[in-house]
């Protein structure tokens, strides 16, 4: 038997895909106020969610707390990692101060890891 990491998984995807790809994930049990609530503090720490019509494959993400979204370019991918705030708080465009996070992870099209907000 062999072990495998979600984060290969990811690196194999981007390889195969030669896609850019970025992971998230933040707590899904930060749920008072009702799930509404939880949605639009999670679209503050993380806008580009809200940007996505496929309703029901980010419903999946907000449900798990965590997804995978992969990018055609470089820039796309960097431009959604800049709107990310983590746990060191708010970015150079995203002022949100809220109590959600979202932790991110960015992979490019060889497999390599890239820069992670947390």
């Known amino acids: 038997m062999k072990s495998i990491s979600k984060v290969d998984l990811i690196s194999l995807a981007c390889q195969k895909a030669k896609k850019h790809a970025m992971m998230i994930s933040f707590d899904p049990r930060y749920q008072e106020g009702g799930f509404e609530l939880f949605a639009s503090e ?5 806008p580009y969610l809200a940007n996505f019509g496929d309703w029901p494959q980010f419903f999946e ?8 979204l992969f990018f055609d370019s470089e820039k796309e991918m ?3 990692f800049s709107q ?7 970015t150079n465009i995203n002022s949100y101060d809220g109590q ?3 932790y991110a992870l960015t992979f490019y099209p ?3 890891l890239g820069v992670e907000n947390t």
């Open 61 to 68: 993400i907000f449900m798990d707390g965590e997804g995978v």
């Open 100 to 102: 959600c996070a979202v």
């Open 78 to 80: 960097l431009d959604a």
């Open 110 to 112: 060889d497999g390599k």
């Open 42 to 46: 999670v679209i503050k720490a993380a």
């Open 84 to 90: 990310t705030v983590g746990d060191n708080g708010p």
